[in-house]
């Protein structure tokens, strides 16, 4: 979706301000949330996509006025209340929690946390639609502008770049996050920062982008 979150190339946003020796969480409720978000997660009710589309739907001045884990909080929330795990009025105290059962996978322990955050395995496929492009292709990145989730960001939509790599079949993150099974070729495409940005680009400075099948097209 065409949302605030597709920030890539626009203006107006200031400068990145870089914290010096920043701390990984700024306070203690920063832990608990990345904590929750990935239990959660290790409950099977929900996958990556979708839980990245569900921040993306945040209101966009809280969006743009929100810190890194409020986002999230906000994208968990709407998540688990879309999956009718919990309700809004639990959430505000005007009732009292409800129990549910869910049929999920192991809980989340200290033992296995390194294993389940490693997991890009997990999107590998060993079937799915066949390439449609080859090491060397020219492509150009396909000007949609897609309702739901996806991976290719405004900034490469209708430019032209050269396929790098082919990383075999993966989950289609764009139809994950709808719940949906599609598998596809993983491309990584170099895009000349000029081919992107104009005459504010840097000759010899490239941008590689990792896209799915259904995001290109050959360039003419």
């Not at 409720?29 to 990935?38: D, I, L, S, V």
């Not at 999920?104 to 322990?109: A, D, I, V």
């Not at 940005?197 to 097209?217: A, C, M, R």
């Amino acid at each position: 979706m065409d949302g605030v979150h597709d920030m890539g190339g626009m203006h107006g946003m200031g400068p990145v301000e870089a914290e010096e020796n920043e701390p990984v969480f700024h306070g203690e409720w920063e832990k608990r949330m990345f904590a929750m978000n990935n239990a959660v997660s290790a409950l099977g009710v929900r996958n990556i996509d979708e839980s990245r589309h569900a921040r993306e739907r945040m209101n966009p001045g809280k969006y743009l006025s929100s810190s890194y884990y409020e986002i999230w909080l906000d994208g968990l929330v709407r998540g688990l209340t879309e999956k009718g795990l919990v309700s809004e009025e639990e959430l505000s105290g005007k009732i009292a929690p409800i129990p549910v059962t869910i049929d999920h996978r192991p809980k989340l322990t200290a033992e296995n946390v390194s294993n389940m955050m490693n997991k890009g395995a997990d999107y590998v496929r060993d079937t799915g639609k066949p390439p449609s492009f080859k090491v060397g292709d020219t492509v150009r990145g396909r000007n949609i502008h897609p309702k739901g989730h996806t991976r290719l960001p405004r900034y490469a939509r209708g430019h032209v770049g050269e396929v790098v790599n082919d990383y075999g079949i993966h989950v289609f993150a764009d139809a994950s996050a709808e719940g949906r099974e599609d598998h596809q070729h993983l491309y990584n495409v170099r895009f000349s920062s000029i081919e992107l940005w104009g005459e504010d680009g840097t000759p010899g400075d490239y941008i590689y982008i990792d896209l799915w099948d259904d995001h290109l097209e050959m360039s003419s």
